[in-house]
């Protein structure tokens, strides 16, 4: 019987073996953004999260969609009103052998909102948020109200291990600390040149299809393209727009795109008379006619979605009616694109008293979002065509995000209409609507990016009632109630949704993600 | 004695944009062995041009166009130039005029000096310095061994044409062209230089043409003269000969303008006009507009004749030494 | 020679503190980096808590203070972005800019002094004057284009060599470099070329002028009548005297090739500092824009006080300042 056992044993190993040796595959992808660091816990950034989900699982697993999914955690429900209890994966090892347990879990949650000089850490996902260790595999989190968000908030941090915990950002960056529990271990780190990572075969999950990832950043998007059509890369991220129609018809390379989180939208002054930058026809004062609802709702219907996202965006983007696009949670299935019509626009800005127009000033990026600039240009345009002469003034970042949250010399909001974006991180509609939509209000936290300053008492009750509801099925209705009354109220104007574009040689595909990431297990054979 | 060097009819034109120059238009003359010829004239009057075309070193947009330039009987006007680069510096010396110009200023002296022997002779390094500093120590420079180790602009005006006249005697020539190599010095390094170089060319045999405008440099120095003038010798002959009895008007009229302490109180005699155009000479004589002895005959080009071991290119000689007594 | 050292060092050191000035409150004036760091998500609290960790709340002048003790112990800040100290970013990747500067630099002296010299000694051939055209689009090409253009041919095209990247590093002499590889040669050849384009046509220029007016220099004219061969004249005498002003202009544009190469790198993905300088100044990372800049200042003097001292050897006539006669 032993013997069997034994030479059984020995078979399946050869077999294992032989299986492994096969799928010694090497993958080289070039990446748009280089990570700052491999720290997970350093800056929540896109890249740098990308990069850290190779290394570290989370307990809550983001699907492609940003579905939730068990991750370290098998289960997670409130147990009581304030109370979420969270179970943990047993049997699963760290990449140098240690077990994972709630201590690590316990740990990582104290860790990740204090990582010294963090430009911008989890902070925010972990506020008012307490971790206790019930046993080895079981943690809650309390909070002071009820937190229907729970699973999205934790689904952002990285697990670490206690080893980790005492690590600083160097030595994760050198990696001595970069120990997780994921499907790819860390092998090398040359900052600006490339990343290297094996397959972890002990992993919990699936094993990945490639035994070794090489990332390396190109940041410049003509070399990104060239250095996949030269064969030094085997995928890129960020295809830059103008590149897609070559690359269409080259029967080497295979593009994947995907709708991103990522809304395109216009914001309004709503609080002030004396708007800066809008100017009655001539340069003279003139009361702010952005406060009136028939004003926006007429700049919204100026603007063809339709030819913003065929010759701006040459295609890669779907025409926006709301915050977020079909399919997240939140969204409001009564809500369409408003539609085109000029003449209807010039109607209602007769009504509301000016048949005439006005003078505006739209400001924006020129280098943060997809083709940001020239979309400013197209919208002033479309604007001035109803009357509304439209001046574009674009600005790098640096200088732009700065000055539109507090540049004014009173510490408000510097511009009048300006051009910005919101990518939905957790996924589904609170985001928006608590960042942008709700009533400025610094101390509760809300409406943090919400530089029109617009303000409706009945969609923030939507809002708030929202935040504490956790049945999720009266949670969606709420959030996508609280949608219809922002479009309704015009309080932004949303133009399009993103779409990423990845490209491959032939023979890959990329599952193209919302949250923009690059994952290497995206990556498939076709 | 045997002619170390035969000129005949010898005719460098410049073919410029703004038209031919005819810098050099005929001229013959002969050195001997060891004999010193003075060619004096005032600047533009070919001599210098006469001097590089001998050595070969006249550059577009000239050239030789006539002539037979005849070296120890070897014709080489015109000959190839690894002929030529085999005589310079070797068989043929020169000594420019302005020594800081013409020394290679980010060179050593010793470098500048050795090359010149290794281009022609393989010897080692160290018995070319040594002949090197031999050399200088012949032209009369004290300490050598340290003006060798120095830059040009570390020496004197005297002492680097010292190093140049060492230098032109380093490969024992057997003709040396000097052209101006006191002018841009004082008068009593001028004195020493040229009691120097006439002491070498004595104890070594070597014959030397002195170029210059200064007919007073020459009077010490050569044993022949030839004056040229718009690109002519004008008149040749024994240097006490000219001096004494000058044929040329010219030459009369150089003669007369020297100041000397017999003629004190007196005027300075001047040469009437002005220096001709070398692109626009005059017809015929090129000294006519200026010449007290013209006459209508002078509106031809006078041939060369010979009186008296003398060369003459004048139609009026016996007038013009008339006139300026 | 030790106190004109010296005198340069102090100098070095008051330029690097106005710098330190100019650019650390220049950045201020740019714009906030506070909103270049936080997420989006990040609510008003989540803000001003950055703005605190980051010490952007104090008044700018006691941000300058601390900088200022700070710097006077070696530390010139952490990277906003990076969160790892600026210096030690900015030394990290130094190297691979190193050399790559280097290799431009050997390019333009292997490329564009012997085509220079072509051109200077032969103006009129088609070569030459093939050569000079395409110096002029050196100049004018702008480099983010030829470096695409490189990289379409070369790699895509041809596909002899990688699109982007440094390659493997290799070791000699105690140096890591991606030159002593040859996969390492394979990735630095484009980008090294690319960024010497304007340096050949550079060092093409100025060779060919220094030729042209050094061939007619009287300097030149004397080494030919010592016979000396033209391979000679060419290479020591000529040579020697145009490197100097060929030195004095190639090392101070290495400043700039070390500095300033950002669009190379950005282009060909070099993990230089020049790329870590312009992806500073665009996301408002002031202590790396800061200490890169100052570094950078320190270098520049350094280059010239090089440059300097060889030119005080290269050419023998010249003093430096406070030295002894």
């Known amino acids: 019987m032993r013997k069997l056992t034994t030479a059984t044993a020995v078979a399946f190993g050869i077999l294992a073996m032989g299986a492994g040796a096969a799928s010694a595959e090497k993958l080289t992808i070039g990446l748009a953004s280089e990570p700052t660091s491999l720290d997970p816990h350093f800056h929540n950034l896109g890249p740098n999260n990308a990069m850290s989900v190779h290394i570290f699982d989370r307990l809550i697993a983001q699907d492609e969609k940003q579905r939730l999914s068990p991750g370290l955690a098998v289960s997670w429900q409130p147990i009581d009103d304030l109370t979420w209890e969270f179970k943990l994966r047993e049997g699963v090892k760290f990449h140098d052998g240690s077990d994972f347990n709630a201590d690590d879990v316990v740990c990582t949650m104290a860790r990740a909102p204090v990582v010294p000089n963090s430009p911008s850490g989890y902070g925010t996902y972990l506020k008012g948020k307490e971790v206790i260790k019930i046993d080895d595999y079981t943690v809650h989190f309390k909070t002071a109200a009820p937190y229907p968000l729970m699973g999205n908030d934790i689904s952002t941090i990285p697990v670490i291990s206690e080893q980790g915990c005492n690590s600083t950002t160097e030595d994760f960056n050198a990696g001595t600390a970069a120990i997780g529990t994921g499907p790819f271990k860390f092998q090398s780190y040359k900052p600006g040149e490339s990343i290297v990572l094996t397959r972890n075969d002990d992993y919990w999950g699936e094993n990945a299809i490639w035994s070794e990832v090489e990332f390396r950043p190109i940041t410049s998007g003509p070399s990104r393209v060239a250095s996949l059509l030269a064969g030094d890369v085997d995928m890129i991220s960020g295809v830059p727009t103008t590149d897609i129609t070559t690359l269409k018809g080259n029967d080497a390379i295979q593009l994947s795109q995907g709708v991103s989180n990522r809304v395109i939208y216009l914001h309004m002054d709503q609080f002030r008379e004396n708007s800066p930058f809008v100017k009655a026809n001539g340069g003279g004062d003139i009361k702010n006619p952005l406060m009136d609802v028939r004003v926006r709702k007429a700049i919204s219907m100026a603007i063809s979605r ?130 942008l939509i709700h009533t400025y209000d610094k101390d509760a936290g809300f409406g943090s990016s919400n530089r029109g300053r617009h303000s409706d008492p009945d969609t923030d009750a939507l809002i708030e009632m929202a935040l504490s509801t956790v049945d999720d099925a009266k949670r969606q209705d709420l959030l996508a109630q609280a949608t219809e009354q922002a479009i309704e109220n015009v309080a932004i104007i949303p133009t399009h949704f993103q779409v990423n574009t990845w490209a491959a040689k032939k023979g890959l595909s990329y599952i193209a993600r919302t949250d923009e990431y690059t994952l290497a297990t995206g990556v498939v054979k076709e | 004695m045997s002619a170390v060097l035969e000129v005949s009819g010898l005719k460098t034109h410049f073919f410029t944009h703004a038209g031919v120059v005819k810098a050099v238009d005929g001229v013959d003359f002969t050195v001997s062995k060891g004999e010193i010829m003075g060619l004096v004239g005032e600047s533009g009057s070919g001599k210098s041009i006469t001097g590089f075309s001998i050595i070969g070193l006249i550059d577009a947009p000239g050239r030789i166009v006539e002539g037979s330039i ?32 013409t020394l290679n200023p980010v060179l050593r002296v010793d470098t500048q000096m050795i090359e010149a022997i290794l281009a022609h002779e393989s010897v080692s390094k160290q018995t070319a310095w040594e002949r090197s500093r031999d050399a200088l120590g012949l032209v009369g420079i004290p300490s050598p061994e340290e003006r060798l180790r120095a830059y040009p602009h570390q020496l004197s005006g005297g002492m680097r044409q010292r190093v140049a006249i060492a230098t032109a005697f380093l490969n ?71 001096i004494d009895r000058p044929l040329h008007p010219y030459t009369v009229g150089l003669l007369g303008s020297v100041p000397t302490a017999n003629r004190r109180g007196k005027r300075l005699f001047q040469i009437e006009g002005m220096t001709p155009n070398m692109l626009d000479l005059p017809k015929g004589c090129a000294f006519g507009p200026r010449c007290h002895a013209r006459t209508d005959a002078c509106g031809l080009q006078p041939p060369i004749e010979d009186i008296d071991g003398r060369s003459l290119r004048c139609f009026n000689p016996q007038r013009a030494a008339e006139a300026v007594k | 020679m030790t106190v004109f050292i010296i005198r340069r060092l102090l100098q070095a050191l008051l330029v690097v503190f106005m710098m330190s000035v100019i650019v650390f409150f220049g950045v201020n004036i740019v714009g906030d980096p506070v909103y270049m760091l936080v997420s989006p998500d990040a609510d008003q609290a989540d803000i001003e808590a950055a703005i605190s960790r980051l010490g952007l709340d104090r008044p700018i002048w006691e941000q300058y203070g601390l900088f200022l003790k700070g710097a006077a112990q070696g530390d010139l800040g952490n990277s906003f972005i990076f969160g790892e100290p600026a210096l030690k970013l900015i030394l990290h990747h130094m190297p691979a800019t190193m050399e790559l500067a280097f290799s431009a630099l050997f390019l333009a002296i292997v490329i564009g002094i012997p085509l220079g010299l072509y051109a200077g000694l032969y103006p009129d051939s088609r070569l030459s004057k093939g050569i000079m055209a395409a110096s002029i689009f050196g100049f004018s090409l702008p480099t983010f284009w030829v470096g695409l253009m490189l990289i379409m041919l070369f790699a895509v095209e041809l596909q002899w060599v990688p699109a982007t990247g440094r390659g493997d590093l290799g070791s000699f002499l105690g140096i890591q470099s991606s030159i002593f590889t040859l996969d390492g040669l394979s990735h630095i050849f484009l980008p090294a070329l690319n960024l010497a384009l304007l340096k050949i046509s550079l060092a093409i220029r100025l060779t060919r002028a220094g030729v042209r007016e050094a061939m007619g220099l009287d300097y030149v004219k004397y080494a030919r009548a010592k016979g000396l061969s033209t391979r000679r004249i060419i290479f020591v005498h000529v040579m020697k005297n145009i490197m100097i002003p060929v030195v004095t202009v190639m090392g101070l544009e290495f400043g700039s090739l070390i500095g300033f190469s950002v669009v190379t790198e950005t282009i060909f993905a070099w993990p230089g500092m020049g790329k870590l300088l312009i992806d500073a100044i665009l996301q408002l990372d002031r202590p790396v824009v800061v200490a890169y800049l100052m570094i950078i200042v320190l270098f520049f003097v350094l280059i010239n006080l090089i440059v300097d001292i060889l030119y005080s050897i290269l050419d023998p006539r010249v003093r430096l300042q406070d030295q002894g006669a």
């Open chain 2, 172 to 242: 024992r020539p057997d003709l040396i062209i000097a052209d101006e190599p006191t002018t841009a010095l004082d008068v009593t390094i001028q004195a020493q230089i040229i009691h120097e170089a006439q002491k070498l060319t004595r104890q070594t045999g070597t014959a030397m043409i002195w170029i210059t405008h200064d007919l007073a440099v020459v009077a010490g120095l050569a044993e022949r003269i030839s004056v040229m003038y718009a690109g002519r010798i004008v008149e040749q002959g024994g240097i006490d000969d000219v």
């Open chain 2, 70 to 101: 005849k070296f120890n009987g070897e014709e080489i006007a015109n000959a190839k130039e690894e002929r030529l680069q085999s005589l310079r510096g070797n068989r043929i010396s020169m000594i420019f005029q302005d020594p800081m110009m």
């Open chain 1, 306 to 435: 339709d030819a913003i996202v065929d010759r701006v965006m040459e295609g890669v983007a779907i025409p926006a009616g709301q915050l977020l696009p079909e399919g997240f949670f939140g969204v409001s299935d009564k809500l369409d694109v408003v539609a085109y019509d000029p003449d209807g626009a010039k109607a209602l800005l007769a009504e509301a008293g000016y048949p005439d127009g006005f003078e505006l000033t739209i400001h924006g990026p020129n280098d943060r979002y997809i083709n940001d600039a020239k979309i400013a240009e197209a919208v002033a345009q479309m604007l001035t065509r109803i009357g509304i002469k439209t001046a574009v003034e674009t600005m790098p970042r640096s200088v732009y995000f700065g000055r539109a949250s507090k540049g004014s010399p009173d510490g408000l909001p510097e511009f009048s209409f300006i051009l910005v974006g919101w990518g939905a991180g957790s996924g589904e509609a609170s985001s928006p609507l608590k960042s």
